[in-house]
């Protein structure tokens, strides 16, 4: 176990374990915080907000999920986070232009670890 395995990176919201909300490329969506992904839930328009779970995402728990060839979209606050440490394990990451994203205010990322 390294390090960073324990550190939070956002939050994810589930209706179950595993079903959780994605954005429209089929990306688990990571928010940087609880009430950003309350947001992101109302400007989804999911049917129903209040049947969703919002709980924190650590690093492990992304990585486990690229490993499964998951992908993630990140906003701003959780890229940040996500980027530092997964560059600090080798991983291959590009920094993320957010001011230059016209219309999405997520960084899709999808990694073979």
Same mark, same amino acid.
């Given at each position: 176990? +390294? @390090?960073?395995?324990?550190? *939070?990176?956002?939050?994810?919201? +589930?209706?179950?374990?595993?079903?959780?909300?994605?954005?429209? $490329?089929?990306?688990?969506?990571? @928010?940087? +915080?609880?009430?950003?992904? %309350?947001? /992101?839930?109302?400007?989804?328009? *999911?049917?129903?907000?209040?049947?969703?779970?919002?709980?924190? *995402?650590?690093?492990?728990?992304?990585?486990?999920?690229?490993?499964?060839?998951?992908? /993630?979209?990140?906003?701003?606050?959780? /890229?940040?986070?996500?980027?530092?440490? %997964?560059?600090?394990? %080798?991983?291959?990451?590009?920094?993320?232009?957010?001011?230059?994203?016209?219309?999405?205010?997520?960084?899709? $990322?999808?990694?073979?670890?």
């Amino acid at each position: 176990m +390294s @390090a960073f395995d324990l550190k *939070v990176i956002g939050y994810i919201a +589930s209706e179950t374990k595993i079903k959780v909300i994605c954005t429209d $490329v089929d990306a688990c969506l990571i @928010a940087g +915080s609880k009430n950003d992904m %309350g947001r /992101y839930l109302i400007e989804l328009e *999911v049917d129903d907000p209040s049947v969703f779970t919002i709980r924190k *995402v650590r690093f492990s728990d992304i990585i486990k999920g690229m490993k499964l060839g998951g992908k /993630y979209a990140f906003d701003k606050e959780a /890229y940040q986070r996500f980027f530092l440490l %997964g560059k600090k394990i %080798g991983l291959q990451l590009v920094e993320a232009d957010f001011n230059d994203q016209v219309g999405r205010k997520f960084f899709i $990322v999808k990694i073979d670890v």
